[in-house]
């Protein structure tokens, strides 16, 4: 008797221990190995300096990461919970992870090598030989061993030189699966999608058959500099150069100036250009159009397309992203608004009703949360795909009115402010709010 009741109680462990997420291997690589970003730039400096305030060479520095990430931690007691929250470093601090410290988000950042702190960088990257899986960072490095030993240096050219590292081509390198393997991420319990970036390219009008027509995430991000948005909607002119500061000029040299939407953080650093490349990039990514054709049912309809991405607007952890609809709706005669919707307050909180694009996670009862740590199941996504558009229809104001004036703004921030100032300090890091596309337009009421 006391023998078949042991078998449910040993499948309850094992079924337990099967739940909490394996911890990576202890110390597969030696700190010591790894090259720093400084070293790399004595010979490609203008790759280091674009590199060099980017978003990827400060996401451990990033305060937006470092306050969220240690306040969804706050409080937890699931154990799977406290498993996703304490998984950032992953992706964030990638050097330590696979060096063996941090392990988790919550371990002490001063404690951090100099090295690893450096975020995504030059050695990480061009160290890889391949992704064993194409999300919560997978990839698969052989590096060398430090500045006496560098090994090889993997990248996009055949005949690449150096009388420093050993070189070889790499296609991983040319290809958006580098770039996916991190920006794919799952709940590393419930395996819930928090982040799909590259599956959003992938299953998208970007990834086409014909690889002479397929236009990747370098095609986009690795061709923009100053002045050059290389979205989807502009031309992507390339980028003749050097690779190395005594290299070959070549007819396109990628750039390393990784950016996003976010022109906030490489500001705070005193990086206005990357900061203005995020804003150009946010204004050629989707145009908005004021549809007029159901005016006489009552009836405004807004358009916005997705123009210049190659996957969803808005992407990456998108429960927090915030694309939205700023309207305004005035009485043109007498100068009264009528309608408004997407104006935050004075706390820069946005307002409820607003017409939003984001996620939503469940607890998997149905209920939203924000916080991945105890995402279950996404509730909603209400995103524009590649190429594709969205129409919001809205009511027009009823009484008397002969002309009105209608105004539309799509606008962005990285995160909502509620949740900065909660995680932050109320006040300390107030998000700036992009203008992505605008319309207006006069609209008269028909004769009866």
């Given at each position: 008797m006391r023998?078949?009741?042991?078998?449910?109680y040993f499948?309850?462990?094992?079924?337990?221990l099967?739940m909490?997420?394996a911890r990576?291997?202890?110390d597969?690589?030696?700190?010591?190995?790894?090259?720093s970003p400084e070293t790399?730039?004595e010979?490609?400096?203008?790759?280091?300096?674009q590199w060099?305030g980017?978003?990827?060479s400060?996401?451990?520095?990033d305060p937006?990461?470092l306050s969220?990430?240690?306040?969804?931690?706050?409080?937890?007691?699931?154990?799977?919970e406290?498993?996703?929250?304490?998984s950032?470093?992953?992706?964030?601090?990638?050097?330590g992870?696979?060096?063996g410290?941090?392990?988790?988000?919550?371990?002490d950042?001063?404690n951090i090598?100099e090295?690893a702190?450096?975020?995504?960088?030059c050695?990480?990257?061009?160290?890889?030989?391949?992704?064993d899986k194409m999300?919560?960072?997978?990839?698969?490095?052989?590096?060398?061993?430090?500045?006496e030993?560098?090994?090889?240096?993997?990248?996009?050219?055949p005949d690449?030189?150096?009388?420093f590292?050993?070189s070889?081509f790499?296609?991983f390198?040319?290809?958006s699966?580098?770039?996916g393997?991190?920006?794919?991420?799952?709940?590393?319990v419930?395996?819930?999608?928090?982040?799909?970036?590259?599956?959003?390219?992938?299953?998208?009008?970007?990834?086409?058959k014909?690889?002479?027509?397929?236009?990747?995430?370098?095609g986009?991000?690795?061709?923009?500099r100053?002045?050059i948005?290389?979205?989807?909607?502009?031309?992507?002119?390339k980028?003749?150069?050097?690779a190395?500061?005594?290299g070959?000029?070549?007819?396109h040299?990628?750039?390393?100036?990784?950016?996003?939407?976010?022109?906030?953080?490489?500001?705070?650093?005193?990086?206005?250009?990357?900061?203005?490349?995020?804003?150009d990039r946010?204004?050629?990514a989707a145009t908005?159009?004021?549809e007029?054709?159901?005016?006489?049912?009552?009836?405004?309809?807004?358009v916005?397309?997705?123009?210049?991405?190659?996957?969803?607007?808005?992407?990456g952890?998108?429960?927090?992203?915030?694309?939205w609809?700023?309207?305004e709706i005035w009485?043109?005669?007498?100068?009264?608004?009528?309608?408004?919707?997407?104006?935050?307050d004075?706390?820069?909180y946005?307002?409820e009703?607003?017409i939003?694009?984001?996620?939503v996670?469940?607890?998997?009862?149905?209920?939203p949360?924000?916080?991945i740590?105890?995402a279950k199941?996404?509730l909603?996504?209400?995103?524009?795909?590649?190429?594709?558009?969205?129409?919001?229809?809205i009511?027009l104001?009823?009484?008397?009115?002969?002309?009105l004036?209608?105004?539309?703004?799509?606008?962005?921030?990285?995160?909502?402010q509620?949740?900065v100032?909660?995680?932050?300090?109320?006040g300390?890091l107030?998000?700036?709010?992009?203008?992505?596309?605008?319309?207006?337009?006069?609209?008269?009421r028909?004769?009866?």
């Open positions: 023998c078949r009741n042991r078998y449910p499948f309850m462990i094992l079924i337990g099967l909490v997420p990576l291997p202890a597969p690589f030696q700190i010591s190995q790894f090259i790399c730039g010979c490609h400096s203008e790759i280091f300096h060099k980017s978003m990827h400060l996401s451990q520095k937006i990461y969220v990430s240690e306040y969804i931690r706050k409080g937890l007691i699931d154990r799977n406290i498993a996703e929250a304490e950032c470093v992953k992706c964030h601090v990638p050097v992870v696979v060096t410290y941090p392990q988790k988000t919550s371990d950042r001063k090598p090295i702190n450096h975020g995504i960088q050695d990480y990257c061009h160290s890889a030989t391949h992704a999300y919560n960072n997978g990839l698969v490095l052989s590096p060398g061993n430090g500045e030993d560098p090994g090889v240096k993997r990248g996009p050219f690449s030189e150096s009388d590292h050993e070889a790499s296609e390198h040319t290809g699966e580098i770039c393997t991190c920006h794919n991420v799952k709940h590393v419930y395996m819930t999608d928090l982040e799909t970036t590259y599956e959003e390219w992938k299953r998208g009008p970007y990834n086409h014909d690889p002479d027509k397929r236009i990747t995430c370098q986009c991000h690795m061709f923009q100053p002045g948005p290389a979205t989807g909607s502009t031309e992507r002119p980028n003749k150069g050097v190395a500061d005594d070959p000029v070549r007819d040299i990628f750039t390393h100036y990784f950016v996003g939407g976010n022109g906030f953080v490489p500001g705070l650093f005193s990086d206005q250009t990357k900061s203005k490349m995020a804003d946010l204004r050629n908005l159009s004021i007029t054709g159901k005016v006489k049912d009552g009836k405004l309809e807004i916005i397309t997705n123009t210049g991405a190659g996957h969803d607007l808005p992407t952890l998108t429960d927090i992203r915030q694309m609809l700023d309207i009485d043109k005669h007498q100068k009264k608004q009528l309608y408004v919707s997407g104006k935050p004075k706390d820069h946005l307002p009703g607003t939003i694009y984001n996620t996670f469940g607890d998997g009862k149905g209920n949360v924000w916080n740590a105890k199941e996404i909603s996504d209400k995103r524009i795909p590649p190429q594709q558009s969205v129409t919001e229809t009511p104001p009823p009484g008397k009115w002969t002309e004036s209608v105004q539309v703004k799509l606008l962005y921030r990285s995160a909502p509620k949740i100032d909660q995680a932050a300090g109320k300390k107030i998000l700036p709010i992009v203008t992505m596309a605008s319309a207006d337009q006069v609209i008269k028909q004769q009866q």
